[in-house]
């Protein structure tokens, strides 16, 4: 059992990481956002290239795809993230909530 509450310690470790991951990256274009309102157009316009830079396509699919590089998400895409983050906190509270019956069983055990 020492070993199962060791592997679900860890699995919420891995999910606490990845949530603030996607925290991280939902927060993230919020910020480009407010610091792109307190600059010059043209400096705007370099970041962004630089930040929106795609990976080399030819030129059919770039121009096929070419709605792909807006920085600003979608409303789709904003649910998604949500969902995400709702889904990983969910997660987390049944691991917590795992490894507290892991360790009340081996409590039981020793007394």
């Known amino acids: 059992m020492e070993e199962t509450l060791d592997d679900e ?15 991280a990256e939902e927060e993230g274009s919020k910020v480009d956002e407010q610091v792109f309102a307190r600059m010059d157009p043209e400096d705007v ?7 929106e830079e795609p990976p080399v396509f030819d030129e059919f699919e770039a121009a096929e795809d070419a709605g792909f590089l807006s920085l600003e998400p979608d409303e789709e895409e904003q649910n998604e993230v949500e969902e995400e983050i709702a889904r990983l ?23």
Request: glycine share 2%.
């Open 45 to 51: 316009a370099l970041v962004r290239e630089t930040l």
């Open 9 to 23: 310690r860890g699995r919420q470790q891995a999910l606490a990481e990845r949530l603030a991951e996607v925290v």
């Open 89 to 111: 906190q969910a997660e987390i509270a049944a691991s917590q909530r795992r490894q507290l019956a892991y360790e009340r069983y081996l409590e039981a055990l020793d007394s």
